[in-house]
């Protein structure tokens, strides 16, 4: 990647008048191409920890997707994520869940009332929004942090039977091994 383009980003990221989906994009977009530009990840944090309030459940899943990808441990962004994902919990759709817990397990982060609300959020929209992927995800996300919830494992149990045939070899894995 060149120099160009991290500037271009850095300065973005910079912008106080930069859009919270512009800065998850950028965090998302390094993090496919595993750039691990320490500047710019630390130009991308100060700008979030300042802009996390606005941040859409979609932001808070590509921002945290984004830091468990490139290994980043940052954690006043780590929690300040977890403050707007608590506040935004009901707009957030089963691909956003499955995606943040993902990355927390990822990245070793346990944020208990973020998870216990993530378990109970994922139940409900098991009944709406069944993908393989999420379910797998979020099962073998709670599985790697050693939360054992009841009621969720329970209800990722009954649902994947309903559509066991859809598994991808790695949706398979992952909930075998949950």
Request: negative net charge.
């Amino acid at each position: 990647m060149s120099d160009v383009a991290v500037a271009e980003a850095m300065r973005e990221a910079a912008d106080s008048t930069s859009r919270p989906p512009n800065l998850s994009n950028i965090a998302w977009s390094f993090a496919m191409l595993s750039i691990q530009n320490i500047p710019l990840w630390q130009s991308i944090s100060a700008a979030a920890l300042l802009r996390c309030t606005q941040f859409a459940p979609q932001d808070v899943a590509n921002l945290s997707w984004a830091m468990a990808t490139c290994g980043l441990w940052d954690e006043p962004l780590l929690h300040a994520l977890s403050s707007q994902a608590l506040a935004k919990m009901d707009e957030f759709d089963a691909q956003n869940l499955s995606n943040t817990v993902w990355s927390m397990a990822d990245i070793q982060f346990c944020h208990m009332p973020l998870l216990d609300v993530i378990a109970s959020r994922s139940i409900l929209t098991l009944k709406s929004e069944l993908k393989t992927q999420n379910l797998s995800n979020t099962a073998w996300a709670f599985a790697k942090l050693g939360i054992q919830n009841r009621p969720l494992i329970s209800a990722l149990s009954a649902a994947a039977f309903t559509i066991i045939s859809e598994f991808t070899v790695q949706d398979m894995s992952n909930t075998a091994w949950a």
